[in-house]
């Protein structure tokens, strides 16, 4: 038995105290390379990455964006500010249209970050984000959910909470994210302030915060700085927002909006092209690529524009739609290929990458929901990216946040980490004295090498059944769904919130209960 089993199917207690210090966490943790108790820091991948490009491809594709930007241009729509600036950056503004001179935007990206931490209020959980590194964060945005019971309804605040509390305990899951779910039973102009109060109080990974209107980002902002202090977060980097371009080649004022207010306080934005090809880029890769990296090249070098130096993400969330419905359709070849494409030029740019995650059009969490998303997440982590949203509970297109799907992802991910590791060269890993004592003709299980290693030598799902069939059916006949609904059960009764500083919450409850005073619900 491998003791990453442990590491699959303990969760993290949430004691900050506890993990590595003593005891049995402390050895599963040893025997795992997990972080605190068992919990497993940021991926820091011993393995190479796939390129589909040479450089002749990928020439052609940034010359293609050149061109696009100079002469067909991008909108920056409702927004005078962004206009003058790039006005003042010497583009050539014709209304709400920039177009933008060879090497503009390249050159406004020189000051932007290779390479940064995002700071979590437990400095343990912190990230890096680039380089070699690879960080997995949940589900973002469905309205719905495919609960414990069974039911496909609208998601709540509940739910929500659940979802940061599964987050916070999955060892493989690196980042608590943002909007996990939509909570549809909060005003919408109050719901943000719940949100981030959850993502603050019930986990102390690093967390997302509101794009929805300029005034959420700057409530995100001011929440995190009664966390971590005015200065620090002025100083260092502790949210990082999905800001969307509203593709083909427009950025509207609300995407707009957050994006000046994170980068004016310092704070990192993914900016990412959401493309299904066909209806909002080309049908083709290559031209789906240039079109992401001329939507990618102008919201970026923006965020220099507003702040030199502000940490940005190159980003794309590609799928391919159905041409005889219209639907969404994921874990198929050609946004693959997008992704290894996006990835190189990302590289070539010195900017951190975001794609990919465990998407799926699967309506439940049947044998769809896993092809479709292991098709998806393999091609994510072989791209080299750095920064996964929808790494678990993803369903249906992105409409419902599914609690079987977010245990049978974060499973998959605990894989992918241990894939990441690559092959272990040591002396240990060459197993040569084993090779030797057994010699021909013998097994290898009461060898020396076997059981020194046998606890952490493969990855043991906490989700799959590899028992006899007349063992599975004296437990009852479970599919994985079902194994994964008992689990996500046991976890959340087993819940332990990590330590928040009394001072610290009553000034973020003091802070919400004053912003929602000041304005009526709405829920439009």
Request: some cysteine.
């Amino acid at each position: 038995m491998s003791e990453n089993a442990a590491v699959e199917q303990e969760p993290s207690s949430g004691r900050r105290g506890r993990g590595a210090g003593s005891g049995a966490a402390a050895r599963r943790a040893a025997r795992s390379g997990g972080g605190p108790g068992t919990q497993l820091t940021y991926i820091k991948r011993k393995i190479n990455v796939y390129e589909v490009l040479d450089e002749e491809g990928l020439a052609l594709i940034e010359k293609n964006t050149d061109t696009v930007l100079e002469e067909i241009g991008i909108i920056f729509r409702d927004d005078a500010e962004a206009l003058q600036l790039w006005k003042e950056a010497g583009a050539d503004v014709k209304g709400e249209r920039v177009h933008f001179p060879k090497g503009l935007c390249r050159s406004l990206l020189k000051t932007a970050p290779s390479v940064y931490t995002q700071h979590a209020r437990n400095p343990e959980r912190s990230v890096q984000v680039g380089g070699k590194a690879t960080v997995f964060a949940p589900v973002y945005g469905p309205p719905f959910v495919r609960d414990l019971d069974g039911n496909r309804r609208y998601a709540t605040i509940e739910d929500f909470r659940n979802f940061v509390k599964l987050a916070y305990m999955a060892p493989s899951i690196h980042h608590s994210g943002g909007t996990v779910c939509e909570p549809v039973d909060v005003p919408v102009n109050k719901r943000h302030l719940d949100m981030v109060y959850s993502h603050i109080k019930y986990s102390d990974k690093p967390f997302m915060g509101s794009v929805t209107a300029p005034e959420r980002a700057e409530d995100t902002v001011a929440m995190a700085k009664l966390v971590f202090g005015d200065d620090f977060v002025e100083n260092n980097t502790v949210l990082t927002s999905l800001i969307n371009a509203n593709s083909p080649m427009v950025f509207d004022e609300t995407m707009l909006g957050a994006l000046k207010v994170y980068s004016r306080h310092n704070q990192a934005c993914i900016v990412t092209p959401f493309i299904l090809a066909g209806a909002m880029s080309p049908v083709t890769v290559a031209g789906t690529l240039t079109q992401v990296l001329a939507e990618v090249l102008a919201g970026a070098s923006f965020t220099q524009l507003i702040r030199p130096g502000a940490p940005v993400l190159f980003g794309t969330f590609a799928s391919s739609i159905s041409m005889q419905s219209g639907a969404p359709t994921f874990g198929t070849p050609e946004p693959s290929l997008v992704s290894y494409g996006a990835a190189q030029l990302a590289r070539r740019l010195g900017l951190p990458f975001r794609t990919g995650g465990s998407l799926c059009a699967a309506k439940v969490p049947d044998a769809q929901a896993a092809y479709e998303s292991a098709n998806t997440l393999n091609s994510t982590i072989l791209a080299g990216a750095n920064f996964v949203l929808h790494s678990a509970g993803w369903l249906e297109g992105g409409l419902a946040s599914c609690y079987e799907k977010f245990m049978m992802d974060i499973d998959q991910l605990g894989m992918q980490q241990k894939f990441s590791e690559g092959v272990d060269l040591s002396e240990n890993g060459q197993a040569m004295d084993a090779i030797r004592q057994v010699g021909p003709g013998s097994h290898y299980l009461g060898c020396d090498h076997t059981q020194a290693n046998f606890q952490t030598a493969f990855y043991r799902s906490n989700i799959a059944d590899n028992n006899s069939y007349e063992q599975w059916l004296a437990e009852g006949e479970k599919t994985a769904p079902q194994r994964a609904n008992e689990l996500a059960r046991r976890w959340l009764e087993s819940y332990e919130a990590p330590y928040l500083d009394p001072a610290i919450e009553e000034a973020l409850t003091d802070f919400i209960a004053r912003k929602k005073g000041s304005m009526a619900d709405a829920f439009t």
